[in-house]
């Protein structure tokens, strides 16, 4: 017979094992009948040399060798009739189980996509960037004619591609423009990648010889799927990007979406192409002429450097690289001896890139990890409760148990029926976690993310998901199974005949592992909760926060006028006429223009030279510059503290002005007062400081406040603005429409990339804390309700349990109230001994939380307080019902039950 | 009760042997073979009972034994036990072991 078979024929095996043993002990008796014995002393003789008939079964079935698989087959059929009996509580547990489980899945599906997951690349292992050491002002971008010598001086094995960051263009495929992400890259980095082409071909070093000579495109699978359907046709066609006609030459691989986590890139652009893009962005420049090309110039360093390396040439690849970056700086670092030993030490390093790229992961990394710990505990407490539930069952049947032990079955196998109907609940309950999982993840990810498009992240459902789940669910049905095995496996059967199940106790009631876990639940609630409120503090905290301008009264339309084809020396005219629009739009009530808008994520910041002043090396003379015209200060509201604004008498043919804020005026001339007061790029010192503006959080609320410089849009009238800025009267909703007609009356053509108000700006840019403080509000509450039910059935269960011990107390002349007092101590006790815990709990969180709060410490007593005494509050709720109960205890009845 | 404080450190290879051999001669039940190896070994060896069962089961496992459900001279239905041809080879290998092992035994504690 084989194993399955016996499996099946188990039935029959079991009635011809005792009919065997049965067998044996009659012939047994017979014979010792014959020899004299009496039948009793026969039988019993018969008996104990049998041993007990149960065990010498259970042993024969383990001889057996597939006891292991009858036992789980005969447990779980017995766990699932044990569910069926109890529909209530298997709905319960199975559904806390699901959604605890699948929020856990969630989770963990977010943070593996960004910060687990390699690339779907061949040999992700393999691929680096290039980054710098040694300096404190580093910056990851290179020139173009650096990164063709560090190129060349690679070992054969190893590639070196440059390529920039993703950029939003505009690309029109017959009728209207629509915004895409792109990025332009080097010819080798397609094979650096490592990708292959769905369509047509990739681009290649063939691709990037002449500067302006290779007009073509590589679009990527989504953007083919999304935009074209996937029509093989597209190939060969021309697609106009940012006003360039390009040829699609072909269509990447389905699925890759570039190196940077979270972010699905369209089109990718040729390096050389750079001046026909009009790409201008995120470069760094020494003496670099940005209104021409990019590629042939030093000073401009633009491009990220990514690296594929076998493992063993990473050492060479890294000493060859630092050679030609060392040789490099000796020709150009600054002639100042001190200046220059330092830009000496810098050093190039690999860093893995086989997880790709991503500013999400370093923007959420931490609160996916406070995340991931929230949604454990709160699965913890859930543990708990089933635990308690189970518990108390299964000491409903300790006497069952009890039964069963004295018939001779081991402890053990007790054990394992306990523990299997604790495991099969738990799978149960993580197969309808996998449904959660995945609507919580793209929840999760629409939460988490600031755009309408929302996050181009994958979150399949894949092996590594299910493994999780699977892991977790048999986890979980450990640990809840835990508590009541113990229980089992102590059974003690001496107490339970005598007691028949009662307790009399008044103090210590029995069932200490309840306690235990009600106390944990409290403790580990007081910690979500104590999340919670530091979440949400923090958030209160940064909207609080005074930018240093009017946030709600300022709208800003983002708009792009070098995409819209302007040529420089038309420029000035377009800015007039786009002021004298938005002007002119009803509800507006001042205007004015700027080369970065507030909170919009971009700017520019250059190196700035006091004539006379002796710096120590690796000095940072850095400031962030903004162009604007003359009203700008006055339309978002930043007060012109000292000197004077911007007027129409500053122009291109009058003497250069500038004017400071107080962080710059502090930073570069400490007591000095500034006005009148020069500096230049280098010392050339041809601006003069002829005002001092208040200190604003120009980009976003949590940045410690920029040291900007400000010039008069008038004397660089050659430069693209991005921002329109305006000061409204009316209602928002009605302004909003009325700016942008003004704009697109200016020019139809001139693309809008938003029109908000600078207070949605900055909120925006508080998505993180905002997402953070929601989840860990959700979990807080979750927490206190498991918590508070968990109390509630534990104290109810014990005011049933000793029914006729109030009832006597109450006979023999206690008050109610003294009762419901009793009761109420005793639930606050425990909530007392869980908040104890929880605070032990608190302190090796305090270093975690450091980073995560602003304007409060992580240990903030208020918070703490605050979340103690909500669940001292729910604690009292929880135990109110029984205690009420309690004391309303009839002691005719309870006496009566004895 | 002092014979029934059998030998119970025999080892479980040397029951499985005397098994083999007892229910080498013909078909036994269970009791009958508790019986066999009591008369055998003249009362020295007292199997303990509780262990025999899974013993025999073990080995019918193992396809060195194969059962059949038959009636006993007195008209009862019992499981008789009998050697199979692997069970029978295995007999012969584990019974020379023994008699190797057993006369260097004796040799060493001869020589003392």
């Not at chain 1, 071909?201 to 953007?223: C, E, F, K, M, W």
């Not at chain 2, 199997?47 to 396809?63: K, T, V, W």
Request: charged share 20%; with cysteine.
């Amino acid at each position: 017979m084989t194993w399955l078979g016996r499996l099946f024929g188990r039935a029959k095996l079991e009635r011809e094992l005792n009919t065997e043993i049965r067998f044996h002990l009659e012939e047994h008796i017979r014979g010792l009948i014959a020899a004299g014995l009496t039948p009793d002393q026969a039988r019993r003789e018969a008996r104990m040399s049998l041993g007990g008939p149960e065990q010498v079964k259970e042993e024969t079935r383990d001889a057996r060798g597939t006891a292991w698989l009858e036992d789980w087959w005969h447990d779980t059929r017995f766990a699932l009739r044990t569910m069926r009996r109890a529909p209530g509580f298997t709905a319960a547990a199975v559904l806390t189980l699901a959604v605890g489980i699948g929020a856990n899945s969630a989770v963990f599906s977010l943070v593996d996509a960004l910060l687990l997951k390699t690339l779907p690349l061949n040999r992700p292992d393999q691929l680096f960037v290039v980054a710098r050491a040694g300096v404190q002002d580093a910056n990851e971008r290179f020139s173009y004619p650096r990164f063709s010598r560090l190129r060349a001086s690679l070992p054969e094995s190893a590639g070196l591609a440059a390529m920039t960051p993703a950029a939003r263009m505009f690309a029109a495929f017959g009728a209207t423009p629509e915004v895409v992400t792109t990025q332009l890259v080097s010819g080798e980095w397609f094979p650096v990648v490592g990708v292959a082409p769905a369509a047509g071909r990739l681009l290649g070093p063939g691709d990037n010889q002449t500067l302006s000579g290779h007009p073509v495109t590589v679009i990527s699978y989504a953007y083919w799927n999304r935009r074209f359907g996937r029509s093989p046709s597209v190939v060969g066609s021309t697609l106009r990007i940012n006003g360039t006609p390009l040829t699609v030459v072909g269509v990447s691989a389905e699925g890759f979406f570039g190196l940077t986590v979270g972010e699905q890139v369209d089109a990718w652009i040729p390096a050389v192409m750079q001046i026909d893009l009009r790409y201008h962005q995120n470069a760094s420049n020494t003496d670099g002429e940005t209104e021409r090309p990019w590629v042939p110039q030093e000073g401009m360093a633009w491009l990220w450097l990514v690296a594929r390396v076998p493992a063993a040439v990473v050492g060479p690849s890294v000493a060859r690289l630092n050679k030609v970056n060392t040789e490099d700086l000796r020709q150009l670092a600054a002639t100042d001896t001190a200046e220059r030993r330092y830009r000496l030490q810098e050093r190039l390093v690999l860093n893995s890139a086989a997880r790709g790229l991503s500013p999400l992961r370093e923007e959420f990394s931490d609160p996916l990890v406070a995340l991931m710990i929230s949604v454990g505990l709160v699965l913890l407490i859930a543990c708990a409760n089933l635990a308690s539930l189970l518990l108390a069952r299964s000491t409903a049947r300790s006497r069952e148990i009890a039964v069963r032990v004295s018939l001779g079955a081991r402890p053990g196998r007790l054990v394992r029926q306990v523990l299997t109907e604790s495991l099969t609940l738990a799978l149960i309950g993580g197969a309808l976690s996998i449904v959660v999982a995945r609507a919580g993840g793209a929840a999760l990810l629409r939460a988490a993310s600031s755009s309408k498009r929302g996050i181009p992240l994958d979150l399949p459902l894949d092996l590594r998901l299910l493994a999780f789940a699977f892991g977790i669910s048999l986890l979980t049905g450990l640990i809840f199974g835990l508590a009541p095995a113990a229980q089992v496996a102590r059974a003690n059967l001496y107490d339970t005949f005598k007691t028949g199940g009662r307790v009399t106790g008044g103090r210590g009631v029995k069932l200490p592992l309840g306690r235990v876990l009600v106390v944990s639940q409290i403790a580990l609630s007081l910690v979500l909760v104590v999340v919670a409120g530091l979440f949400a503090r923090t958030l209160h905290n940064l909207l609080a926060i005074d930018p240093g301008y009017d946030r709600e009264q300022v709208v800003e339309a983002r708009i792009d006028v070098r995409a819209a084809g302007y040529d420089q020396e038309h420029l000035a005219p377009l800015y007039q006429r786009l002021l004298d629009a938005v002007r002119a739009a009803p509800g507006v009530r001042s205007v004015s223009l700027s080369l970065h808008g507030l909170a919009g994520g971009s700017a520019r910041t250059s190196g700035l030279t006091i004539p006379g002043e002796s710096r120590p090396p690796g000095f940072d003379n850095a400031a962030q510059e903004n162009l604007v015209t003359p009203e700008y200060f006055a339309t978002v509201g930043m007060p012109i503290l000292r000197g004077r604004g911007f007027g129409p008498y500053d122009g291109p043919k009058t003497p250069q002005v500038v004017i400071v804020n107080e962080a710059m005026a502090r930073y570069f001339f400490g007591s000095r007062d500034p006005i009148g007061l020069r500096f230049g790029y280098d010392e050339n010192a041809n601006m003069e400081v002829v005002g001092v503006v208040r200190d604003a959080k120009v980009n976003e609320l949590r940045e410690a406040t920029p040291r900007m410089v400000f010039h008069p849009l008038a004397q660089a009238p050659e430069e693209f603005i991005s921002s329109i800025e305006a000061r409204i009267s009316g209602p928002v909703a009605l302004v909003v429409p009325a700016v942008k007609r003004a704009v697109a009356s200016v020019d139809q053509n001139l693309p809008i990339r938003d029109v908000t108000t600078v207070g949605e700006l900055l909120e925006r840019g508080l998505q993180r804390e905002q997402f953070a403080s929601e989840l860990a509000s959700l979990f807080g509450a979750l927490a206190a309700l498991l918590a508070s039910i968990g109390l509630y059935g534990m104290i109810s269960y014990s005011v049933a349990r000793r029914t006729n011990e109030l009832g006597i107390r109450l006979a023999l002349g206690a008050k109610p109230k003294e009762v419901r007092w009793l009761v109420i101590r005793e639930t606050l006790s425990l909530v007392a001994g869980g908040l104890g815990l929880g605070l032990l709990l608190l302190l090796p969180l305090v270093g975690a939380m450091r980073r995560l709060v602003y304007g409060l410490s992580p240990r903030d007593p208020a918070t703490i307080v605050f979340a103690a005494g909500l669940l001292l509050l729910i604690g009292a709720l929880a135990g109110a019902i029984p205690a009420w109960r309690a004391s309303r205890v009839d002691p005719a009845t309870a006496l009566r039950a004895e | 009760m002092s014979d029934n404080r059998a030998k119970s450190d025999i080892l479980q290879g040397m029951l499985d042997m005397l098994v083999l051999k007892v229910v080498a001669h013909e078909p036994l039940h269970g009791y009958g073979v508790a019986q066999r190896l009591r008369l055998l070994s003249q009362d020295r060896l007292q199997i303990p009972q509780g262990s025999l069962y899974p013993a025999l089961h073990r080995l019918e496992n193992r396809g060195l034994l194969k059962s059949q459900w038959r009636d006993t001279a007195t008209g009862r239905e019992a499981k008789f036990y009998e050697l199979t041809a692997k069970g029978r080879r295995r007999l012969d290998e584990e019974v020379s072991g023994w008699r190797e092992l057993s006369v260097a035994i004796s040799m060493i504690i001869g020589t003392t």
